[in-house]
């Protein structure tokens, strides 16, 4: 395993526990008020460190205008998205779905983008169609209400199973897009000073009233801002600057079974062999895909 995947599954650690904290803080906590608290600190600390180390920023061009944006975009997406999954389904399956999701996501983004099929190798495609049908199997524990939430509202289930997909594939284009600007020659600390800019402006327009939360759920904000995201963000990005999209999508499958671990500490949650099942399932072909990849990564 090479350092930058050492890096992801640091990552993987520290946000599996951060979504159960997350799905436990968000019952009593408005979306918005999450997000412009929590990021505005993240956003606060990567820009303190970028004007520290005054490194020499890249030509900010219109293709590296447009890939910030596009950064900007796909990181409101990501979060927006999370948390409204997180407030409707088992934290370990939200992140069974969005990290089931994200290797077939990105390998369709970077198909589009090569424009190209050659990459759609017999392998890819048949891990891709497993993925698919473990993700039928989380959906059908959340539905039936075997999950560690128990029986839910069909209509809630649904809906955060969908947003569960959709972070997935904003979390596909993140990777796709950091990689890119980490080619142009942008350091760590560069691009996470640009990323949350979109994000905070859509919060703080949809976050009156915030002062309560804040005045009551301060410190669990500051927590997460460095425990769940400064530092494992920071994991994260240095993986992806250090290994190909598609290896880090397949190493963060194995969040789920550590989400699931955490959430043996949160009373509000039962132990469900059915959420086990389901994981596991995800689990096997998150080691398909590893094998699959380093296969295609050494034929290319």
């Known amino acids: 395993m090479n350092n930058g995947l050492v890096f992801i599954m640091a990552f993987d650690i520290l946000s599996a526990a951060q979504s159960v904290w997350l799905g436990s803080l968000l019952q009593g906590v408005p979306v918005e008020h999450s997000l412009l608290a929590i990021f505005s600190i993240v956003a606060l600390f990567f820009l303190l460190v970028t004007l520290y180390r005054r490194d020499p920023w890249p030509a900010l061009g219109r293709r ?20 409204e999954s ?10 069974a779905v969005l990290y089931g999701v994200n290797p077939i996501a990105t390998l369709l983004l970077t198909l589009a983008l090569a424009g190209s099929l050659q990459g759609l190798t017999k392998g890819r495609l048949l891990v891709s169609v497993a ?4 993700m039928w199997l989380v959906a059908h524990t959340v539905l039936q209400g075997n999950s560690g939430l128990g029986k839910q509202d069909s209509a809630s289930s649904l809906y955060g199973l969908l947003m569960a997909v959709l972070t997935g594939c904003a979390m596909a284009l993140v990777n ?25 402006a859509f ?5 009156q009233g915030i002062g309560t ?12 801002a460095l425990l769940g995201n400064i530092i494992p963000l920071y994991f994260l990005q240095k993986g992806i600057s250090l290994s190909e999209p598609s290896q880090v999508s397949y190493v963060l499958l194995l969040t789920p079974i550590l989400v699931f671990a955490f959430q043996l500490f949160d009373s509000r949650l039962t132990l469900s062999s059915y959420s ?17 990849e380093k296969n295609a990564l050494q034929k290319a």
Not at 86 to 95: G, H, I, K, Y
Not at 276 to 292: D, Y
Request: charge should be positive; charged fraction near 5%.
């Open 203 to 207: 919060c703080a327009l949809h976050g």
């Open 64 to 83: 590296n205008l447009a890939l910030f944006v596009g950064l900007n975009l796909g990181t409101l997406a990501t979060w927006l998205f999370l948390y």
């Open 86 to 95: 997180l407030q409707f389904v088992e934290p370990a399956m939200t992140a």
């Open 176 to 200: 796709l897009i950091s990689k890119r600007i980490y080619e142009q020659g942008y350091q760590l600390h560069q691009l996470m000073s640009m990323r949350f800019f979109l994000l905070i």
């Open 131 to 134: 993925t698919v049908a473990s």
């Open 276 to 292: 086990i099942l389901a994981i596991l399932v995800v689990l096997s072909f998150a080691i398909i895909g590893l094998k699959v």
């Open 213 to 224: 939360s804040v005045a009551n759920n301060g410190w669990a904000f500051l927590t997460i």
